[in-house]
T-cell receptor, first 114, second 115 residues
Framework: KAGVTQTPRYLIKTRGQQVTLSCSPISGHRSVSWYQQTPGQGLQFLFEYFSETQRNKGNFPGRFSGRQFSNSRSEMNVSTLELGDSALYLC?????????????FGPGTRLTVL | DQQVKQNSPSLSVQEGRISILNCDYT??????FLWYKKYPAEGPTFLISISSIKDKNEDGRFTVFLNKSAKHLSLHIVPSQPGDSAVYFCAASEYGSGNTGKLIFGQGTTLQVKP
């Protein structure tokens, strides 16, 4: 079974631009969560989607948004990029997003904002 | 507010010895705890978990201990192997419809196992 894939793997943008990251979950998984990883902060939860609906959201500004398609693939968008948005963005999929559901992570997209 | 804390950024142990990674949490509503391992250029992979109704869970060389009164958990790796060298993240979750798909992670501890 193919794992979680994320594209692109690396991205360089400048301040003020916007960016879209893509995540394809494991086949059959309907829940996709997004996390931001920065040095010293660990992974911070951005949001979770299930059946094309955002069910849960972390404490990030409205510049961070996402969506999920009918095939469970998900995208996240960051508008008006700031230097502090430079991070590794990870997505994880699980069958239903429940507490005991194991989350499987993709390799991440490394975003650098100049 | 960091609800899950890993106060040791790094740990170095000799091959064959025990590695002990620690994690503290502040939210008493957490009821499920996990450890993930992360190699460079890869996403975190699930290692072991423990429910709040237990105080110990063992899987091969890996054992997780939970002390609810102290809000503390630890991961023991015995014996440690060079291939265990990675970043280890402690994570917690809280049951409830408002918490779907959400894990709260610590900052991570980089473990180096020397041959």
């Amino acid at each position: 079974k193919a794992g979680v894939t994320q594209t692109p793997r690396y991205l360089i943008k400048t301040r003020g631009q916007q960016v879209t990251l893509s995540c394809s979950p494991i086949s059959g998984h309907r829940s996709v969560s997004w996390y931001q990883q920065t040095p010293g902060q660990g992974l911070q939860f951005l949001f979770e989607y299930f059946s094309e609906t955002q069910r849960n959201k972390g404490n990030f500004p409205g510049r961070f948004s996402g969506r999920q398609f009918s095939n469970s693939r998900s995208e996240m968008n960051v508008s008006t990029l700031e230097l502090g948005d430079s991070a590794l963005y990870l997505c994880a999929s699980s069958s239903s997003g429940g507490t005991l559901d194991e989350q499987f992570f993709g390799p991440g997209t490394r975003l650098t904002v100049l | 507010d960091q609800q899950v804390k890993q106060n040791s950024p790094s740990l170095s142990v000799q091959e064959g010895r025990i590695s002990i990674l620690n994690c503290d949490y502040t939210n008493s509503m957490f009821d499920y705890f996990l450890w993930y391992k992360k190699y460079p250029a890869e996403g975190p992979t699930f290692l072991i978990s423990i429910s709040s109704i237990k105080d110990k869970n063992e899987d091969g060389r890996f054992t997780v201990f939970l002390n609810k009164s102290a809000k503390h958990l630890s991961l023991h790796i015995v014996p440690s192997q060079p291939g265990d060298s990675a970043v280890y993240f402690c994570a917690a979750s809280e049951y409830g419809s408002g918490n779907t798909g959400k894990l709260i992670f610590g900052q991570g501890t980089t473990l180096q196992v020397k041959p």
